[in-house]
C-alpha cells in the first residue's frame, strides 16, 4: 500500500497540539526553533503513513484508522522540543517521535476494548467497527511496527522504549485489578495514572534529549516534567468527564463513572463519605445508579443528577487543585534547562494542559 498524502493540520503545530500561542514566540531565535519544531513534525506526519502501511488490506484500513481520525501529536511534538536543546532534528529524533506516536496509538486500540469505550476521537472505537480480536492485534501491530523503528536507534533507546512499554502494561493491569487491601486508593490512582500516561510522556521527552546529544543534565528534568505533566492531563480528564455533553466527541457527563472508572473527584467522594453524611449519600446513589444501568434497568435521570450533583462538589474541585499542583511541579522540574524558547514552551504547555476545558 502507498501511503497517502498527511492529514489536514493546524497551521500552527504549537498553538494547536501543546497550546501555545504564536506570541509566545516573538525574537527571531524563537520563530526559527517554532518553525523548525513544525518542519520537524511535517516529517514525522508523512513517516506515520509510511509506517502504517501494510500489504494485508484489512491491517491497513484498522492501522490507519485512529491516525486519521485526528489527534494532537502532543507527544512527538514534546521530543521535537527537547531535541532543540541539543542539535535538533536530526534523523534519529524524527525516527523516535514517530515511535512514540504509534506506541501511544497502539495503547489506545488496546485501552478502548478494556474499557468497552464507544468513541475515540469522535468515531466509533475500532472494536465497535472490526470487534475486539482485530482491536487488539491492530493494537500489536502498532507495538510491532514502534519497536522496529526504535530499535536502529541504539541500546539505550530500544531500553527505554522496553521500559515503557512495561509501564504501560503495568498500569492497565493495576486500574483493571484496583487496589490492593490496604492499599490507599487515591495513591494507587496516581500510580496508575503515571504508568498509563506519564511514562510515554516522559519517553518522548527524554527520547528527545538522547538522541539529539543534548547535555546528559537534562535528562532527569525532562523525564519528571513528562511524567507529572501527564498526570495533570489525566486528572484534568477526570474533571472534563463530568462536564455537560460538548465537543465533537458527544459524550454524555460522567461517561467514565458509568462506565464503571473510578476517577479521583469518585475517589475522593468515597474518602469524605466515611465523615460525611451527605457525601455518603451521593456515593450511595451514584453507586446504586451506574450498578443499576450496567443491569438495564436503572433511571436514566437520577444518574443524570448524580453526575451533576458530583461536577459541583467540592470533592471535584479539590482534583482540579490536584491537577494543578502536579502541574506546577512539572514546571518545577524544569529548573535546571536554560531558559529560552524550550523552556517557554514546556512551562506554558503545562499552564495549558490545566486550563483546558476539553
Not at 531558559?339 to 514546556?346: C, N, R
Amino acid at each position: 500500500m502507498n501511503p497517502s498524502a498527511p492529514p489536514a493540520r493546524s497551521s500552527n503545530t504549537l498553538s494547536s497540539s501543546l497550546g501555545l500561542g504564536e506570541k509566545l514566540f516573538a525574537s527571531g531565535d524563537e520563530r526559527r526553533f517554532a518553525a523548525a519544531v513544525e518542519e520537524g513534525l511535517e516529517q514525522v506526519e508523512v513517516g506515520l503513513l509510511t509506517h502504517l502501511a501494510f500489504a494485508d488490506d484489512i491491517a491497513d484500513a484498522t492501522s490507519r484508522y485512529l491516525l486519521e481520525a485526528g489527534g494532537k501529536r502532543v507527544r512527538p511534538v514534546l521530543a521535537l522540543l527537547t531535541a532543540q536543546l541539543g542539535s535538533g532534528n536530526n534523523p534519529g529524533v524524527v525516527t523516535a517521535a514517530q515511535a512514540v506516536e504509534l506506541t501511544h496509538l497502539a495503547s489506545l486500540y488496546h485501552d478502548d476494548v478494556m474499557d468497552e469505550a464507544q468513541l475515540r476521537r469522535g468515531v466509533p472505537s475500532a472494536q465497535n467497527v472490526w470487534g475486539n480480536s482485530v482491536a487488539i492485534l491492530t493494537g500489536d501491530l502498532l507495538f510491532a511496527r514502534a519497536s522496529k523503528l526504535v530499535a536502529a536507534l541504539g541500546e539505550d533507546a530500544l531500553l527505554l522504549q522496553a521500559n515503557t512499554f512495561e509501564r504501560l502494561c503495568l498500569g492497565q493491569l493495576h486500574e483493571t485489578l484496583g487496589p490492593k487491601p490496604g492499599e490507599n486508593p487515591v495513591e494507587h490512582y496516581l500510580q496508575v495514572l503515571a504508568d498509563k500516561t506519564g511514562s510515554l510522556i516522559a519517553a518522548a521527552a527524554e527520547l528527545g534529549i538522547m538522541l539529539s546529544d543534548a547535555p546528559e543534565e537534562y535528562t532527569v528534568p525532562v523525564r519528571e516534567f513528562g511524567e507529572k505533566v501527564g498526570v495533570a492531563f489525566q486528572l484534568v480528564d477526570d474533571v472534563i468527564d463530568l462536564s455537560a455533553e460538548t465537543g465533537k466527541t458527544g459524550k454524555k457527563a460522567g461517561t467514565d463513572l458509568r462506565s464503571g472508572v473510578a476517577t479521583l473527584p469518585l475517589l475522593y467522594l468515597r474518602e469524605l463519605a466515611v465523615t460525611d453524611s451527605d457525601a455518603a449519600d451521593l456515593l450511595t446513589r451514584i453507586e446504586r445508579d451506574v450498578n443499576a444501568n450496567f443491569y438495564g434497568d436503572g433511571d436514566e435521570a437520577a444518574l443524570d443528577a448524580a453526575v451533576t450533583e458530583l461536577r459541583e462538589h467540592s470533592v471535584t474541585k479539590k482534583t482540579v487543585d490536584e491537577a494543578r499542583r502536579w502541574g506546577r511541579e512539572a514546571v518545577d522540574a524544569l529548573a535546571p534547562l536554560p531558559d529560552g524558547p524550550v523552556k517557554k514552551a514546556l512551562t506554558r504547555f503545562a499552564d495549558s494542559i490545566v486550563e483546558r476545558s476539553n
